[in-house]
């Protein structure tokens, strides 16, 4: 079943595959569009019962208690995002005083490198990737600058050799001896290629450079285990797998080893718990992820991940995986055999233990496929120049949506129905 030779074209093996499927009664706890198949859930994902309740609960709390929300709540707003790191922890192979939810994924990239990144003469670049999110680049640019470093020099850029992937060897290549932080994403967020995290960070430690990494477009989708594989830092997106809503509070690793390590953007509510209201003059944080938070937590952000959290950890990251790969892997069958004469290539990776929760489809009519797609209520996105990003998601999605989706692409090649579209892309694409 796993195998992708013993998959078949014909739409009852879809059926087959979905009445097979362990994890296809998570479909009912989530809002989806009947009349759409909804396979952008890498980019936003989709609001769940379970969300939508936790939510409704903060605010009936917020409703009735004001003030004493604080302690009074159910899951008292203090520890609130605590209470949820320690839900999430499982999702990233971490211990719960590892994580923190915080702030947005570039926020939380600046205070994490503005702490990690300490230029000295002999180390003082920053290692980063030709392919990372523009986010993440301008984030190193700017620390690189309020180090008082000169970016040209200092800001070191692994090339792709082929524009969509990265190659490992190269990456270690790069690990020279005046890099003081490399800092990679754990999944690229076009090609969906996965780095491989354990190797990356003992081949950085054996060099004596600090590694972190961005895992926006892994977490949820991929299991991690930043803990046993010793990684230094790590943040993440929780509006994309996580479905925490559009700005959920994003989250911080950080490796119990740094504990010690003073965050270097400091705030009120980074303080030790137990002595925060005292208001002492003296910054004294919390040694611990929690020590990283910087002002009062985004509560009605962080809300609907409680309920989302519930359904991760009750569904098992595991199972969560194995049917990931199933649905790319089946996506990627049906590409090579219903859409072979189309001209499209698949610029993922082939072998599932390098590819995370989604397939680039590339095409050079992409933009106009894509809106074509969107026309025929397929909701998938487009990254240019020729990308068409498809996230079949485990929790929501089903092989039957794969296989509709593909006989769609077909039937919007066969009759060349994507030329109606202009050749250009939307704002929010
Ligand atoms: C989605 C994403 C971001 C977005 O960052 P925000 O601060 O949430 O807007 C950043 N980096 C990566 C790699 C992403 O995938």
Same mark, same amino acid.
């Given at each position: 079943?796993?195998?992708?030779?013993?998959?078949?074209?014909?739409?009852?093996?879809?059926?087959?595959?979905?009445?097979?499927?362990?994890?296809?009664? $998570?479909?009912?706890?989530?809002?989806?569009?009947?009349?759409?198949?909804?396979?952008? /859930?890498?980019? +936003?994902?989709?609001?769940?019962?379970?969300?939508?309740?936790?939510?409704?609960?903060?605010?009936?709390? !917020?409703?009735?208690?004001?003030?004493?929300?604080?302690?009074?709540?159910?899951?008292?707003? #203090?520890?609130?995002?605590?209470? +949820?790191?320690? @839900?999430?922890?499982?999702?990233?192979?971490?211990?719960?005083?590892?994580?923190? +939810?915080?702030?947005?994924?570039?926020?939380?990239?600046?205070?994490?490198?503005?702490?990690?990144?300490?230029?000295?003469?002999?180390?003082?670049?920053?290692?980063?990737?030709?392919?990372?999110?523009?986010?993440?680049?301008?984030?190193?640019?700017?620390?690189?600058?309020?180090? /008082? @470093?000169?970016?040209? *020099?200092?800001?070191?850029?692994?090339?792709?050799?082929? /524009?969509?992937?990265?190659? *490992?060897?190269?990456?270690?290549?790069?690990?020279?001896?005046? %890099?003081?932080?490399?800092?990679?994403?754990?999944?690229?967020?076009?090609?969906?290629?996965?780095?491989?995290?354990?190797?990356?960070?003992?081949?950085?430690?054996?060099?004596?450079?600090?590694?972190? #990494?961005?895992?926006?477009?892994?977490?949820?989708?991929?299991?991690?285990?930043?803990?046993?594989?010793? %990684?230094?830092?790590?943040? !993440?997106?929780?509006?994309?797998?996580?479905?925490?809503?559009?700005?959920?509070?994003?989250?911080?690793?950080?490796?119990?080893?740094?504990?010690?390590?003073?965050?270097?953007?400091?705030?009120?509510?980074? #303080?030790?718990?137990?002595? @925060? #209201?005292?208001?002492?003059?003296?910054?004294?944080?919390?040694?611990?992820?929690?020590? !990283? @938070?910087?002002?009062? =937590?985004?509560?009605?952000?962080?809300? =609907?991940?409680?309920?989302?959290?519930?359904?991760?950890?009750?569904?098992?990251?595991?199972?969560?995986?194995?049917?990931?790969? +199933?649905?790319?892997?089946?996506?990627?069958?049906?590409?090579?055999?219903?859409?072979?004469? $189309?001209?499209?290539? %698949?610029?993922?990776?082939?072998?599932?233990?390098?590819?995370?929760?989604?397939?680039?489809?590339?095409?050079?009519?992409?933009?106009?496929?894509?809106?074509?797609?969107?026309?025929?209520?397929?909701?998938?996105?487009?990254?240019?120049?020729?990308?068409?990003?498809?996230?079949?998601?485990?929790?929501?999605?089903?092989?039957?949506?794969?296989?509709?989706?593909?006989?769609?692409?077909?039937?919007?090649?066969?009759?060349?129905?994507?030329?109606?579209?202009?050749?250009?892309?939307?704002? %929010?694409?």
């Amino acid at each position: 079943m796993t195998m992708k030779t013993a998959f078949h074209t014909d739409h009852k093996f879809a059926y087959e595959l979905d009445a097979i499927d362990p994890l296809r009664t $998570y479909r009912d706890h989530f809002y989806l569009d009947k009349s759409k198949i909804y396979l952008d /859930g890498n980019s +936003l994902g989709l609001l769940s019962k379970s969300s939508e309740k936790s939510l409704l609960r903060v605010i009936a709390e !917020w409703k009735k208690h004001a003030i004493d929300g604080w302690t009074k709540a159910s899951k008292p707003w #203090f520890s609130y995002a605590e209470e +949820l790191a320690r @839900q999430q922890a499982p999702l990233l192979g971490a211990k719960a005083d590892e994580i923190i +939810l915080h702030a947005s994924t570039t926020i939380n990239i600046h205070l994490l490198l503005a702490a990690f990144y300490k230029p000295s003469e002999q180390r003082n670049k920053i290692l980063i990737d030709q392919l990372t999110f523009p986010s993440d680049r301008y984030a190193v640019e700017s620390q690189l600058e309020l180090k /008082g @470093q000169d970016v040209k *020099e200092a800001l070191k850029i692994i090339n792709s050799r082929d /524009g969509r992937y990265l190659n *490992e060897e190269d990456i270690i290549a790069a690990m020279t001896d005046d %890099v003081a932080v490399i800092f990679l994403p754990s999944v690229l967020y076009r090609s969906a290629q996965l780095l491989d995290m354990a190797l990356l960070t003992a081949e950085a430690h054996r060099r004596g450079i600090l590694i972190g #990494f961005d895992c926006a477009h892994s977490v949820g989708a991929v299991p991690h285990l930043l803990s046993e594989w010793q %990684v230094d830092f790590a943040c !993440w997106c929780n509006y994309k797998h996580c479905n925490g809503g559009p700005g959920a509070a994003a989250g911080i690793y950080i490796n119990e080893k740094h504990f010690n390590k003073k965050p270097a953007l400091c705030g009120w509510f980074g #303080f030790r718990k137990e002595r @925060q #209201f005292d208001m002492l003059e003296e910054f004294e944080g919390e040694k611990n992820a929690g020590g !990283w @938070q910087i002002g009062t =937590p985004h509560i009605l952000s962080l809300a =609907p991940l409680e309920g989302s959290l519930k359904l991760f950890n009750k569904a098992g990251i595991e199972k969560i995986r194995k049917k990931s790969l +199933l649905l790319t892997n089946y996506l990627i069958f049906l590409v090579d055999t219903v859409l072979s004469e $189309y001209g499209f290539f %698949v610029g993922s990776p082939r072998n599932e233990t390098q590819r995370g929760g989604h397939v680039a489809l590339e095409h050079k009519k992409a933009v106009q496929i894509n809106a074509a797609l969107k026309d025929h209520r397929i909701i998938t996105d487009f990254r240019f120049p020729n990308i068409i990003r498809i996230a079949p998601l485990a929790l929501y999605n089903s092989f039957n949506d794969v296989w509709r989706t593909v006989h769609e692409l077909k039937k919007i090649m066969e009759a060349k129905k994507y030329k109606n579209y202009p050749d250009q892309r939307a704002t %929010v694409a």
